[in-house]
């Protein structure tokens, strides 16, 4: 049910040194951003980060203090938001709770002035798996279907942009994670522009073709979901998305492709590659790695582990058992409140609290940050999103 060709670029959205100001206060700092016709493009951070009044100047619902917001070749900063391309979908739905399903995704046409609707409508309310509720009021479907109702009325106007300010918030976890998908699956069916506004880290990886991470009214990091984990570019990204260890390091050497660090006494190495900062022999750097990256051996095996992978000792200061995998916290000289995960497929009772362990992990899952920068930006505004 594409309604694009692939060629036609009438839903790209470019914005062009945007901001927004209020009074003193800088919500969004000149800004250039292109979304690609088609893709699923994710604006992610926490409350107050600018995200929000940064879709709301797409859909003409905030006038920027400068710059340009362009549909395609066309420049819509001037015009109001009923002459946009765009729909909104909100957290709310703000469905009319007087009319039934079909006639809420059948507003938008009956207001155009279409008389014909019923098939637009049904072929809708299939894209949405919600044919056979076409009849019900809005307060008689679940959370999960009065979102899918909203999408729908949205979508059913065709238009170049679907602009989703948090829909999912108000969904419980797994009904969360279901919609997730659902909204990936209409996305790709439908082939039109999303704009998806979260705080909700997984949410943006598991949905968005490309993340932009937002932090105090610019953008921080801009790329795919994998790129932007993998290969964090600051301490806020790497904290942020998902959790990471972060190292306080100097630069020992370079060897090849690699650079030596020394942290705590011990050598660790990483990918030049991988290493946004300055890598001048003394200079600092902060050694990161991602806590499922690491293995976990009692200090008794240590002879176990392979040659050639980082590592560190420590003692385990606290374990938790979730399901999957059991989450152990590392007092180390080198980085004190070390994080591991580890799967529970073959547990060793040794490593309980109070135990002796060696840390070890692939050089190459590492990567170093600029050490000049907050090694703990991201950390609390991931646990207050």
Known sequence: MKTTDATDRGGDVRLSGISKTYGSFTAVHPLDLTVPQGSFFALLGASGCGKTTTLRMIAGLEEPSTGTVHLGDQDVTALPPYKRPVNTVFQSYALFPHLDIFENVAFGLRRRGIKSVKKQVEEMLDLVQLGEQARKKPHQLSGGQQQRVAVARALINHPKVLLLDEPLGA???????????????????????????????????????????????????????ADLYENPRTTFVANFLGTSNLIEAEVDSTSGDDIVVKA??????????????????????????????????????????????????????????????????????????????????????????????????????????????????????????
Request: hydrophobic share 40%; aromatic share 4%.
């Open 171 to 225: 969904l419980d976890l797994k009904l969360r994670r279901q919609m997730q998908l659902e909204l990936k699956r209409i996305q790709t069916e439908v082939g039109i522009t999303f704009v998806h506004v979260t705080h909700d880290q997984e949410e943006a990886m598991t949905m968005a073709d490309t993340v932009a991470v937002m932090n105090g009214g610019r953008v921080e990091q801009l790329g795919a979901p």
């Open 264 to 385: 705590a006494g011990d050598k660790l190495v990483l990918p030049a590659e991988r290493c946004s900062a300055a890598t001048t022999t003394g200079g600092k750097v902060l050694v990161g790695v991602r806590p499922e990256k690491i293995g976990l051996t009692h200090a008794d095996e240590a002879g176990t582990v392979p040659e050639g992978r980082n590592r560190i000792t420590g003692k385990i200061a606290n374990t938790s058992f979730i399901g999957v995998s059991t989450q152990y916290v590392v007092d180390c000289a080198a980085c004190p409140g070390f994080e591991v995960y580890v799967q529970n497929i073959d547990r060793d009772p040794r490593l309980v609290p109070g135990a002796d362990v060696v840390l070890h992990w692939n050089p190459a899952h590492t990567f170093g940050l600029d050490a000049a920068q907050d090694i703990d930006a991201g950390v609390a505004e991931e646990e207050a999103a």
